[in-house]
């Protein structure tokens, strides 16, 4: 089975900190997503990469970056984390043209 | 616009009963995939099922069917004989250049 871990399931950090999500996949897949979720919004595309150091912005990448230096970590940076980014965050991999299999989330609290 | 819609943001069904989560989608690409998601407490999202736009036969998986109307642009989640375990978020997706994510229907199964 694949899978897709992110390094921490819960976050708590001070606004005006530059927080480091990992995310790891273990099967090869070119694909990496990060999402942001957020009660009543449903799943948010912030950034994704297809490739080793290729990374596109989604729907709501501003206030993110990403790194991408090696096929299996994807990493998503808030470089400097605000309230308004208390979320859970999804990272996600796919191989093309198959779903998508997720890690098991990161809920982040910015107080 | 809104590529995909659940109007169901709560359900309530009883335990052993059988359950309809709606699902509507907008895309006027010929080829794309449908995907249902479940997303229990934990956070994990855990892939449920897939239907092709080009299956004749409306996809299965135990207990979960995926009823597809394609020219309702429809892909309603059925799931048969609900257990208390089925208590979750449940999230329809479509794979129309990237992934679209409708906001959630949550379910609960009362015993």
């Known amino acids: 089975d694949v899978k897709v871990t992110q390094s921490s399931r819960y976050l708590v950090k001070r606004t005006g900190e530059k927080v480091f999500l990992e995310c790891v996949q273990d099967m090869d897949h070119e694909n990496m997503f990060w999402y942001r979720q957020d009660p009543g919004l449903g799943l948010r595309l912030i950034y994704f990469?297809?490739?080793?150091?290729?990374?596109e912005k989604g729907d709501i990448p501003e206030g993110y970056s990403v790194s991408r230096e090696k096929k299996e970590r994807f990493s998503l940076i808030l470089e400097s984390a605000s309230t308004n980014q208390t979320s859970m965050y999804l990272c996600?991999?796919?191989?093309?043209?198959?779903?998508?299999?997720f890690g098991s989330g990161t809920r982040l609290t910015v107080v | 616009a809104q590529k995909i819609t659940q109007t169901q943001p709560g359900m309530f069904v009883q335990e052993k009963e059988a359950v309809t989560l709606d699902c509507t989608y907008d895309?006027?690409?010929?080829?794309?995939?449908l995907f249902w998601y479940k997303q229990p407490s934990s956070g994990e999202m855990i892939f449920l099922i897939y239907q092709g736009s080009y299956d004749q036969q409306n996809a299965t998986e135990g207990r979960y069917s995926l009823n597809f109307q394609k020219a309702r642009k429809s892909a309603n989640l059925v799931i048969s004989a609900s257990q208390l375990g089925d208590s979750a978020m449940y999230f329809c997706a479509i794979d129309y250049s990237q992934f679209y994510f409708g906001t959630g229907t949550s379910l609960t199964v009362i015993p």
């Open positions: 996600a991999s796919s191989l093309y043209g198959y779903g998508y299999t």
């Open positions: 895309t006027s690409d010929p080829s794309y995939g």
């Open positions: 990469s297809y490739d080793v150091k290729m990374k």
